[in-house]
Antibody, heavy 122, light 107 residues
Framework: EEQLVESGGGLVQPGGSHRLSCAAS????????MSWLRQAPGKGLEWVAN????????YYVDSVKGRFIISRDNAKNSLYLQMNSLRVEDTAVYYC???????????????WGQGTLVTVSS | DIQMTQSPSSLSASIGDRVTITCRAS??????LNWYQQKPGKAPRLLIY???NLQSGVPSRFSGSASGTDFTLTISSLQPEDFATYFC?????????FGQGTKLEIK
């Protein structure tokens, strides 16, 4: 069974840094694009970042470009999100998710972690 | 960025009802439209991908269709476990964007 488990959420001061981790199991992690998404309390879903299978390509939503870095360690089946210069508006539940784009074209997030809450507040 | 406009934002319905949720893209996205279900405190769950393809394990009462840039999620006969929030999402271009969600409640 596929499983994604995020960790590292917590309370951070504005301007501070924080790192999230996501441990993957039950699928071939190194063969998959991976994503981070987030959901502010009571709000909708927002894609944050994508990373290619070998880590050679990264994409970010404009609001986090230059502040967040997505990375992965395929030997450890792990995905990371380094968040710097955090803002109050970055407060959200952060999800890692696996991208599927096989058989029928059209990327979609087929597996999600349970989410980890990051609160940015003084 | 492609804007996804979802309607209605909330909907009250009864067990056994047929329900339709609509999503309109601000520009052409081909068939790159996915639907997710989310229950309170839980991660989203993929229901339909690429407009009309049922994700493995999803009941056949869920279906998707499109007409141009208008996309529709239909639940043919509501079951108690279907009361949740539904989101559409375009995967045609980056940033991949979501509709604002439709909260489906029990009448």
């Amino acid at each position: 069974e596929e499983q994604l488990v995020e960790s590292g959420g917590g309370l951070v001061q504005p301007g501070g840094s924080h790192r999230l981790s996501c441990a993957a199991s039950g699928f071939s992690f190194s063969d998959c694009w991976m994503s981070w998404l987030r959901q502010a309390p009571g709000k909708g879903l927002e894609w944050v970042a994508n990373i290619k299978q070998d880590g050679s390509e990264e994409y970010y939503v404009d609001s986090v470009k230059g502040r967040f870095i997505i990375s992965r360690d395929n030997a450890k089946n792990s995905l990371y999100l380094q968040m710097n210069s955090l803002r109050v508006e970055d407060t959200a539940v952060y999800y890692c998710a696996r991208v599927e784009n096989k058989h029928i074209p059209g990327p979609r997030w087929v597996s999600w972690g349970q989410g980890t809450l990051v609160t940015v507040s003084s | 960025d492609i804007q996804m406009t979802q309607s209605p934002s909330s909907l009250s319905a009864s067990i056994g009802d047929r329900v339709t949720i609509t999503c309109r893209a601000s520009q052409t996205i081909s068939n790159y439209l996915n639907w997710y279900q989310q229950k309170p405190g839980k991660a989203p769950r993929l229901l339909i991908y690429s407009t009309s393809n049922l994700q493995s394990g999803v009941p056949s009462r869920f279906s998707g269709s499109a007409s141009g840039t208008d996309f529709t999620l239909t639940i043919s006969s509501l079951q108690p476990e279907d009361f949740a929030t539904y989101f559409c999402q375009q995967s045609a271009s980056t940033p991949q964007t979501f509709g604002q969600g439709t909260k489906l409640e029990i009448k």
